[in-house]
């Protein structure tokens, strides 16, 4: 038989080598005498299999050494026999795990991020955080299971599980289910490294293994009224600029009156991408946006305004090189009030929540990512608006703003999207305009007046006809 049980090991008392023992179930000395003793029994065993395969095994027991490279062992000659015998599957440094493959996946697709040369690979910085995210997901649950091992059940049971990341800056993290479009851009980036691993010649097509598909049950966003907005903005642009930071509520607003960007979209504005206009006798800003979420499809920048109340604000902000981030602290680091801390969420007192007193980051550090959100949340906790986050409150929310004011099609226009199923999610029914309709079907009721008609039917149908008053 091909392949067997070995050691470097020898007898303590009789200088022999060890050899395997099948009914002891161990390794031991060849003796007789000494082949039942202890110390004539080896925990340090290894495996041949071929011309240069070996593979080592240990444990604290010489008996569950030997059964790990005896299964081991015929495990290989039973894939000989069946024609499947692959190597990769045997070795120490696992070169089909699953983990060891997804890394090699994730740093692979990280040299494809804005690849001029390569358009079939290239992705953007976000796509590839997104499935760095992913990926880690799958590599914490299978570890280094064999890639050709996991099956639909072990794939099931991942998704049926899979919950919510906690929140690193939670106190006591709540961990919940994941949402279904959690699950579908995870089995999305599953499927892609799958496809990898065919393309690269790990794998075979044929041992990619069914993936579960679901549907999808998206979540409609919280969104708030004009007046809402407004109050937001107040709020914002009183406490930023008491700190010396008024690009705070710049950045708010500009995403309020521009529903085509993203809050995302407004760390890669740089200060050459403001380029001040005139129209009408006044003043305004015309922000470039060339780097954004959609660049890939449209293959053309996006654009946003200030106002002439903004570059009254912008007037007062010393400029930067051409450059610098134009969304970046201006204001001094360190100062500081009595019985206060000054940190990039603004001056508070300690009695404030604990979760805002960090801080504040050096001048000329851009904005952090997250901090348009904070800033939006705080406004809105303090304002009583719950569940309203910054996306749905600018984008969605102006979204329905403007269609009720320019119509549905010039909404679609100005909001970048490309297809009407995208675009309806930000339209659900109107009620007010429910309610318009209900009433004229209201008041179409009271006027109808039951048809006369001739013949012998026109009693009958006459007295069955509604009434006028209904």
Same mark, same amino acid.
């Given at each position: 038989?091909?392949?067997?049980?070995?050691?470097?090991?020898?007898?303590?008392?009789?200088?022999?080598?060890?050899?395997?023992?099948?009914?002891?179930?161990?390794?031991?000395?060849?003796?007789?005498?000494?082949?039942?003793?202890?110390?004539?029994?080896?925990?340090?065993?290894?495996?041949?299999?071929?011309?240069?395969?070996?593979?080592?095994?240990?444990?604290?027991?010489?008996?569950?050494?030997?059964?790990?490279?005896?299964?081991?062992?015929?495990?290989?000659?039973?894939?000989?026999?069946?024609?499947?015998?692959?190597?990769?599957?045997?070795?120490?440094?696992?070169?089909?795990?699953?983990?060891?493959?997804?890394?090699?996946?994730?740093?692979?697709?990280?040299?494809?991020?804005?690849?001029?040369?390569?358009?079939?690979?290239?992705?953007?910085?976000?796509?590839?955080?997104?499935?760095?995210?992913?990926?880690?997901?799958?590599?914490?649950?299978?570890?280094?299971?064999?890639?050709?091992?996991?099956?639909?059940?072990?794939?099931?049971?991942?998704? #049926? %599980?899979? +919950?919510?990341?906690?929140?690193?800056?939670?106190? @006591?993290?709540?961990? *919940?289910?994941?949402?279904?479009?959690? !699950?579908?851009?995870?089995?999305?980036?599953?499927?892609?490294?799958?496809?990898?691993?065919?393309?690269?010649?790990?794998?075979?097509?044929?041992?990619?293994?069914?993936?579960?598909?679901?549907?999808?049950?998206?979540?409609?966003?919280?969104?708030?009224?004009?007046?809402?907005?407004?109050?937001?903005?107040?709020?914002?642009?009183?406490?930023?600029?008491?700190?010396?930071?008024?690009?705070?509520?710049?950045?708010?607003?500009?995403?309020?009156?521009?529903?085509?960007?993203?809050?995302?979209?407004?760390?890669?504005?740089?200060?050459?991408?403001?380029?001040?206009?005139? #129209? %009408?006798? +006044?003043?305004?800003?015309?922000?470039?946006?060339? @780097?954004?979420?959609? *660049?890939?499809?449209?293959?053309?920048? !996006?654009?946003?305004?200030?106002?002439?109340?903004?570059?009254?604000?912008?007037?007062?902000?010393?400029?930067?090189?051409?450059?610098?981030?134009?969304?970046?602290?201006?204001?001094?680091?360190?100062?500081?009030?009595?019985?206060?801390?000054?940190?990039?969420?603004?001056?508070?007192?300690?009695?404030?929540?604990?979760?805002?007193?960090?801080?504040?980051?050096?001048?000329?550090?851009?904005?952090?990512?997250?901090?348009?959100?904070?800033?939006?949340?705080?406004?809105?906790?303090?304002?009583?608006?719950?569940?309203?986050?910054?996306?749905?409150?600018?984008?969605?929310?102006?979204?329905?703003?403007?269609?009720?004011?320019?119509?549905?099609?010039?909404?679609?226009?100005?909001?970048?999207?490309?297809?009407?199923?995208?675009?309806?999610?930000?339209?659900?029914?109107?009620?007010?305009?429910?309610?318009?309709?209900?009433?004229?079907?209201?008041?179409?009721?009271?006027?109808?007046?039951?048809?006369?008609?001739?013949?012998?039917?026109?009693?009958?149908?006459?007295?069955?006809?509604?009434?006028?008053?209904?």
């Amino acid at each position: 038989m091909a392949g067997g049980i070995y050691t470097e090991e020898k007898c303590p008392l009789c200088g022999q080598g060890m050899k395997p023992d099948p009914n002891l179930e161990c390794v031991c000395c060849p003796n007789p005498k000494h082949k039942k003793q202890p110390q004539c029994r080896t925990r340090l065993v290894f495996i041949k299999f071929g011309k240069d395969f070996k593979k080592r095994f240990s444990s604290d027991d010489p008996v569950t050494s030997y059964r790990l490279a005896h299964q081991e062992l015929e495990s290989m000659r039973r894939a000989v026999g069946r024609g499947t015998f692959d190597r990769r599957d045997y070795e120490p440094s696992h070169p089909l795990g699953f983990s060891t493959l997804a890394q090699k996946y994730i740093e692979d697709r990280e040299k494809d991020i804005s690849n001029p040369l390569e358009e079939e690979f290239r992705i953007s910085r976000q796509t590839w955080i997104h499935l760095r995210s992913d990926m880690s997901r799958c590599m914490e649950a299978f570890g280094q299971t064999n890639v050709k091992e996991l099956g639909y059940d072990q794939l099931r049971d991942f998704f #049926r %599980d899979m +919950q919510t990341k906690p929140n690193p800056r939670a106190k @006591s993290p709540v961990l *919940i289910p994941a949402k279904s479009k959690t !699950k579908k851009n995870v089995r999305t980036n599953l499927r892609a490294f799958y496809n990898w691993m065919v393309k690269t010649k790990v794998i075979k097509p044929s041992e990619i293994p069914e993936i579960p598909s679901f549907k999808v049950v998206m979540e409609f966003r919280a969104r708030i009224t004009w007046e809402q907005q407004e109050a937001v903005l107040h709020w914002v642009r009183e406490r930023s600029t008491e700190i010396g930071e008024p690009k705070i509520y710049l950045g708010i607003k500009l995403c309020m009156n521009t529903p085509n960007i993203r809050p995302g979209d407004l760390a890669h504005v740089l200060e050459k991408d403001v380029v001040p206009t005139t #129209r %009408d006798s +006044q003043r305004f800003g015309v922000v470039t946006i060339n @780097s954004h979420k959609t *660049i890939e499809h449209t293959q053309a920048p !996006k654009y946003g305004i200030f106002t002439p109340e903004d570059m009254g604000i912008l007037d007062s902000i010393p400029k930067g090189f051409p450059s610098l981030p134009f969304f970046r602290w201006t204001s001094p680091e360190g100062r500081r009030c009595k019985g206060e801390r000054v940190n990039q969420y603004g001056t508070w007192k300690k009695t404030e929540r604990a979760k805002y007193n960090r801080w504040r980051a050096p001048a000329g550090t851009p904005y952090g990512p997250d901090l348009f959100r904070d800033w939006f949340k705080r406004a809105c906790d303090a304002l009583g608006y719950e569940g309203v986050g910054l996306y749905g409150g600018t984008r969605h929310s102006t979204t329905r703003i403007l269609k009720d004011i320019i119509g549905r099609d010039n909404t679609q226009h100005l909001n970048g999207d490309r297809t009407n199923e995208a675009f309806s999610r930000y339209l659900e029914e109107n009620v007010e305009e429910l309610m318009e309709a209900a009433m004229l079907r209201e008041v179409a009721g009271k006027v109808r007046r039951p048809k006369i008609l001739s013949g012998p039917l026109a009693d009958h149908r006459i007295r069955t006809a509604p009434p006028a008053n209904h």
